[in-house]
């Protein structure tokens, strides 16, 4: 039945995804539940957000919902402008808002949330450049996002690497995208060193990069028995949709959509990577693999012919999500 409802486009479907994101994150608002990230080495822009919050539980709650919230309509406009659908569907963004919530840690302000958003403005602006005649302006764009997505979290910083492939996929790489795409990259640290230079504090930022973590963080963590669960269900559920993806899904599509859904796939690669490189907020690192798969979890949800199958499909991963919940409050 939800899949049947958020698959539809109606005045309404917005109300309702408003809707199932309070209620995904009632225990984090019933309970305050919101940690507390470690600031203190942390990113620059992120240090700036929370301390707009920090010390008011329900302010910081508050405000990673609204996040969420314009990030799952992002979500659906990426798909929808893109045409990435085969119909105007509020699915994907829904199924981003499960996703996200899909974790305690998650219900709370954290850098990796923050870099979402400008990681979704990349993308959006990435998929558009195909095929537009100021592709270099995009370029630049996409480059200075990916920046402003680091200065919240560090490993977004990967994602400039993601951009240089893009480029290569839209036999657009050459010099001249080369240096626009730094140029955009570089221009907030320009101005951001400028800034500590100015005021002294260069040398404490530079320290600061050493204390974000080890290499290989992923082995040194303890996963309890609901959570390694939760992890094969969730890969498992990512191999169908990926592979029925690329291998079925885009294979009668013409060359743009083919070309769009590879740059998705990359941000797959990418956010899946990067995984392996140590942060201090491991915790929620996995946030930034829901974007790709919640597109690929709408398609798969769609192409499945027998419709109570991904129902059922569904509501499995729903039950893991409330169950996760309820595991943590008692």
Request: without cysteine.
């Amino acid at each position: 039945m939800l899949i049947r409802t958020f698959k539809k486009n109606t005045p309404a479907t917005p109300v309702l995804l408003f809707v199932a994101g309070l209620l995904l994150w009632l225990d984090g608002f019933l309970f305050f539940r919101s940690l507390t990230p470690e600031v203190n080495h942390s990113e620059p822009l992120f240090r700036l957000l929370f301390s707009l919050v920090d010390g008011n539980p329900l302010l910081n709650i508050s405000l990673a919902f609204l996040l969420l919230l314009v990030q799952a309509f992002i979500v659906n406009y990426i798909v929808q402008a893109n045409n990435l659908l085969a119909k105007t569907s509020w699915l994907p963004g829904f199924i981003y808002m499960v996703l996200m919530s899909s974790d305690p840690a998650m219900l709370s302000l954290n850098p990796v949330l923050a870099a979402n958003l400008f990681l979704l403005f990349a993308l959006a602006r990435a998929m558009s450049a195909y095929g537009e005649g100021e592709v270099m302006r995009e370029v630049f764009n996409v480059g200075f996002l990916i920046a402003l997505a680091g200065l919240f979290y560090y490993p977004a910083l990967a994602f400039f690497l993601w951009l240089i492939i893009v480029l290569a996929v839209y036999f657009l790489l050459s010099l001249r995208g080369l240096i626009a795409a730094l140029l955009g990259f570089f221009t907030p640290f320009f101005f951001l060193f400028t800034w500590y230079y100015l005021t002294d504090q260069h040398l404490e930022r530079i320290q600061d990069l050493s204390k974000l973590g080890t290499p290989l963080e992923i082995t040194a963590q303890s996963y309890s028995l609901f959570s390694i669960i939760m992890m094969m269900f969730l890969a498992l559920l990512s191999f169908i949709a990926l592979t029925r993806l690329m291998v079925l899904y885009i294979s009668d599509k013409p060359v743009r959509i083919r070309k769009r859904f590879r740059v998705l796939m990359l941000f797959f690669v990418f956010s899946l990577a990067s995984t392996f490189v140590g942060n201090v907020h491991f915790d929620v690192h996995h946030s930034l693999m829901m974007i790709p798969l919640s597109v690929a979890f709408a398609v798969l949800f769609f192409e499945i012919r027998r419709k109570w199958v991904s129902e059922l499909v569904f509501y499995l991963l729903l039950a893991l999500v409330i169950a996760g919940k309820v595991i943590e409050l008692v």
